[in-house]
């Protein structure tokens, strides 16, 4: 079986990840393809530099994140160009890991981590969605603590996601992480045995 895991920004995806990988769930991380994508020699670094110029490179050939980060957040439609690139080839090797997974370790629960899952329509390739829950008031104060942003800043990432009250309405399993980690740990074990009952873990 596979599932989605998803969540809003600083709502403690990382650790529902982790907690799951130390009960023996395989896991496909889309923030690590998407940097891996982008390395030196991949065809997505060399069309992103020529649809915004040799600049957003290093002197190395690797990517300058920053430049390229200036460029892209001040423009949705320059967002768009670079979604455009990145985007199919995420979604390919993400596709291709499953395969793999599911190839040699039939029995195995995979779980790939995407954080905008909804918003970039991939619900169709899992057979369930995990959704990593607080609630918005905690988690701005979490995402203001974490990246030492202003309530303004903060507010404004927290606007360019699907609200996080959206995404609990339409999990399939959700994990209210606003507790203590052993709150979160009791749900994770719950949602274990029940994989496990099902032959699937």
């Known amino acids: 079986m596979n599932i989605g895991l998803t969540g809003g920004i600083a709502t403690g995806k990382s650790t529902v990840a982790k907690l799951l990988t130390e009960r023996g769930a395989l896991l ?61 080839a995420i979604r390919a090797v993400m596709k291709q890991r499953m395969a793999d997974y599911a190839r040699k370790y039939p029995q195995r629960l995979c779980v790939v981590d995407v954080p905008l899952l909804y918003e970039s ?44 009250e959206e995404k609990k309405r339409r999990a399939d399993i959700l994990i209210d992480n606003s507790g203590t980690l052993e709150e979160t740990q009791a749900q994770i074990d719950r949602f274990w045995q029940q994989t496990e009952h099902s032959g699937q873990a």
């Open 28 to 88: 496909i991380d889309l923030d690590k393809i998407a940097r891996e994508i982008v390395e030196p020699g991949q065809p997505a670094l060399n069309r992103i530099a020529e649809r915004f110029g040799r600049e957003v490179l290093q002197e190395d050939g690797s990517l300058d994140r920053k430049k390229l980060g200036q460029i892209v957040f001040a423009d949705d439609q320059e967002r768009k160009a670079l979604e455009a690139i990145t985007h199919p």
């Open 121 to 164: 329509g991939l619900t169709e390739y899992f057979e369930r969605v995990m959704v990593v829950y607080v609630p918005r008031e905690e988690q701005l104060k979490r995402l203001m603590t974490r990246d030492k942003l202003s309530a303004e800043e903060a507010e404004r990432r927290l606007a360019a996601q699907m609200d996080i």
